[in-house]
């Protein structure tokens, strides 16, 4: 029995007002679910709410979100936040219990969870409490708690941004692996170069617009819209518009 | 290692957690039947605070194997407890309310068991010249002189008593120096003890009362001070649930000649507080 | 003075001595107040975490309503209780009253409010901070109650001892439905407030005492718990 099909995403005229303020206008694009896409921006253009948006955390004012036509928002999909919140349990707990819920049998529970932790290394800090975990290790946990879910697409929203050079470069190949095994992948940086190292495509931002959307190389070495060229200049760090939420 | 200890002690508190919610349960549901046989006996705070029972009830369970427990309130919150069919048997002193119960139909027979004395306790150094044993020349001359006196004013017995002698002495007691506690004989001695006031007392309540102060019995021996008990048997045919044959057994070992010695042995620093007069036919 | 001194030597000599009737009144208060905190941290938690996350039509009526319930006097709680459990209410054929079930009972019902109005407020910070995450991973708000509640046990463990010791100080509405009856339902408190009555403040100081004890033991005991927690467990 085939999986349904969930791509294309698409966004179509997607709007969303948050606090009175348009954080998204008249998005439209959409992913085939092969490449590795990065959304970028500068500070307060809608990055991290348009990642929610695609999740469905955000409902759309306007517009909506599309998954291969359909508007209901499917199950294999999965988000890590830019502080992911663990539980008060161990780190293989944490990883069991995104399973529980999820339907996963209990008998099953523990080997998957085993599965997720390992492929991510933190196999030999399965037993600590997830919460004395550095934030490197916090964010790889973040990522086998989402992979052991065996979503179709991941959402990541700035993974590397808090994290220090070699945690970042840990998480790195995470995502790397976690897409070669096949799961699409979105996320939003300020990072460049992890943006440059890792996406396929960029779907770049700008006081909620949607002004680009190229592949990779070509944003960075030919980028089209004037904000863009500003941006990558590092002439726009923050948006005139209120920050994400 | 200490994470190990650490999941050790999580078991622990887990299976704690779990004994503790499976023991509340337990708690609530019914034990098992007592293997002897209990009854309630609403009776009164003064009959309570004399040690009457303490010395009483251990020989009741020796003789009938009943476990009597006694709840101890103002006779009239008593006698309504008796009404509600809260208690097997009301054991209380003040007869115009027994009469009263029983012409209600709620209790099935009276039987006087023992009398008791009421004192009036006051401070040693006597302002209003009460002392003496005539209870309504005191009751006279604390009025017009003024004295504080401490009333129980809570629908006891002794309250009832007390106001049988105001009216008896054609007082209405009224005023700043008639404090009106509400309460028990112990907190409403225990007012007079810090008020230097005046008092009526229960015997029994006074002699086993260990915060005199400066009181000391100033009024005794007059026969209206004599505080009659009776105790009934709370109606079956009003209270179906009543157990008539154990309260029908404590009232009858009361009665018996073991159950009236009982009663005449029990002493306070030698002195006999409660003295037997049941006689058949009463 | 010299009265409350000597009183203390002999209430210190009284619980030294192992007097047997003053530990089974130690014991029974222990175990109906355990009881009843059981009873209601077993209906309080659960209620005050879905009131607490879960939308329903008079959901802030709930809320005031329970922080209102916060002011109960226990003495109405008593008479309430009595009322339905004396032989002439709805309850009566139970045949509870006077018996230690009816101090639970009673116990239960006063701090059932606290602790539900305790853990909604915890619950809904906690909420604040797990939502997105939560919901993110396939959880609803119904299903997130027991998860935030085992996640904050720790914060919840104070609420459950501010129950027990509600429960093992309250001493009007025990008194009322539990008929402080020698040897069965005469607990630490109703012996107290007897004992004073009677005069004998020695017996009652004993008592005071070991309340006092009790109470700052488990106190002390849940302090340390969530020093060590913190340290191991962030």
Redesign the interface.
């Given at each position: 029995m085939a999986s349904p099909a969930l791509f294309p995403l698409e966004a179509r005229g997607l709007g969303v007002v948050l606090g009175g303020h348009a954080a998204l206008e008249r998005v439209d694009f959409a992913l085939d679910g092969r490449a590795r896409v990065a959304v970028l921006g500068a500070n307060g253009a809608g990055k991290s709410v348009l990642l929610?948006a695609l999740?469905g955390?955000v409902p759309p004012t306007s517009g909506e979100v599309l998954w291969a036509g359909s508007p209901a928002r499917p199950?294999e999909q999965?988000?890590v936040?830019q502080r992911?919140?663990m539980?008060?349990?161990s780190a293989l707990a944490n990883v069991e219990?995104?399973l529980s819920?999820?339907g996963i049998a209990r008998a099953r529970l523990r080997v998957r969870a085993w599965e997720a932790i390992d492929r991510v290394g933190l196999a030999h800090l399965a037993?600590?409490?997830?919460?004395?975990l550095s934030g490197g290790e916090q964010q790889r946990l973040a990522l086998a708690?989402a992979w052991s879910?065996r979503p179709r697409v991941i959402f990541l929203d700035e993974p590397t941004t808090s994290l220090d050079p070699s945690a970042a470069a840990e998480v790195e190949r995470v995502i790397d692996e976690i897409h070669a095994a096949g799961t699409a992948i979105v996320f939003t940086t300020h990072q460049l170069g992890l943006a440059r190292r890792v996406a396929d495509e960029i779907l770049f931002l700008h006081e909620g617009r949607l002004t680009e959307h190229t592949p990779v190389e070509a944003f960075f070495t030919a980028p089209r819209s004037a904000e863009a060229v500003r941006f990558l200049k590092g002439e726009l760090p923050w948006s005139t518009a209120s920050p994400d939420s | 290692m200490e994470?190990r200890f650490?999941?050790f002690l999580k078991s622990l508190g887990a299976a704690s957690l779990a004994a503790a919610t499976l023991a509340a349960p337990l708690l609530l549901a019914s034990p098992p039947a007592p293997a002897h046989d209990f009854i309630i006996v609403a009776s009164t705070t003064s009959t309570e605070q004399s040690g009457l029972f303490k010395h009483l009830l251990p020989e009741v369970k020796k003789a009938t194997g009943i476990e009597v427990r006694v709840v101890a309130v103002g006779t009239g919150q008593a006698l309504d407890m008796g009404r509600r069919g809260d208690a097997d048997v009301v054991f209380v002193h003040d007869l115009p309310a027994e009469e009263k119960f029983l012409a209600e139909g709620f209790g099935v027979r009276r039987y006087p068991v023992m009398y008791n004395d009421f004192v009036i306790v006051g401070p040693k150094s006597d302002p209003a010249d009460a002392k003496g044993n005539d209870v309504i020349a005191a009751l006279r001359r604390i009025a017009s002189a003024g004295a504080p006196f401490a009333s129980r004013a809570d629908k006891s017995g002794t309250h009832a008593a007390e106001l049988r002698y105001w009216t008896m002495a054609g007082i209405e007691p009224k005023g700043a120096w008639y404090r009106e506690t509400g309460s028990g004989m112990g907190p409403t001695l225990n007012t007079a003890s810090g008020m230097d006031a005046y008092a009526l007392a229960d015997r029994g309540t006074w002699l086993s009362f260990r915060n005199r102060g400066d009181l000391v019995v100033l009024v005794e021996g007059d026969t209206k001070l004599f505080n009659q008990y009776g105790v009934m048997l709370v109606n079956p045919a009003r209270h179906p649930h009543v157990k008539k044959e154990s309260g029908q057994k404590f009232i009858d070992w009361l009665v018996s000649p073991a159950g009236q010695s009982a009663i005449a042995a029990y002493k306070i620093e030698g002195e006999q507080l409660f003295f037997p007069d049941y006689r058949p036919g009463t | 003075m010299h009265d409350i001194l000597s009183s203390f030597g002999i209430a210190l000599r009284l619980i030294a001595g192992g007097n047997a009737e003053l530990w089974r009144i130690v014991a029974l208060s222990l175990e109906v107040s355990l009881a009843s905190a059981m009873l209601a941290c077993a209906v309080g938690l659960p209620l005050g975490g879905l009131v607490a996350v879960c939308a329903f039509p008079g959901r802030r009526a709930m809320i005031v309503a329970l922080n209102a319930l916060l002011g109960l006097p226990s003495v109405v709680v008593g008479l309430v209780v009595y009322l339905l459990l004396s032989r002439a209410g709805p309850l009566g054929n139970l045949g509870i009253l006077f018996t230690p079930k009816a101090i639970i009972l009673a116990q239960a019902l006063l701090v059932l409010p606290i602790v539900a109005a305790l853990a909604r407020q915890f619950v809904e910070d906690a909420w604040r901070?797990?939502r997105?995450?939560?919901?993110?991973?396939?959880?609803s708000a119904r299903?997130a109650v027991p998860?935030l509640l085992?996640?904050l046990?720790?914060s919840l463990l104070t609420v459950v001892l501010a129950g027990f010791g509600r429960a093992a100080s309250e001493v009007g509405a025990v008194m009322i439905v539990g008929g402080n009856i020698d040897g069965v339902t005469r607990v630490m408190t109703t012996a107290i407030a007897l004992e004073t009555t009677k005069g004998d403040l020695p017996l009652a100081l004993a008592l005071g005492m070991i309340l006092l004890t009790v109470v700052l033991a488990l106190n002390a005991a849940a302090y340390a718990i969530r020093e060590w927690s913190a340290r191991?467990?962030?």
């Open positions: 929610r999740h955390l199950r999965a988000m936040f992911p919140v539980l008060r349990r219990y995104a819920v999820n037993d600590r409490p997830a919460r004395v708690r879910l | 994470y650490a999941r | 901070e797990y997105e995450q939560l919901t993110s991973l396939g959880v299903r998860t085992w996640d046990r720790l191991h467990h962030g």
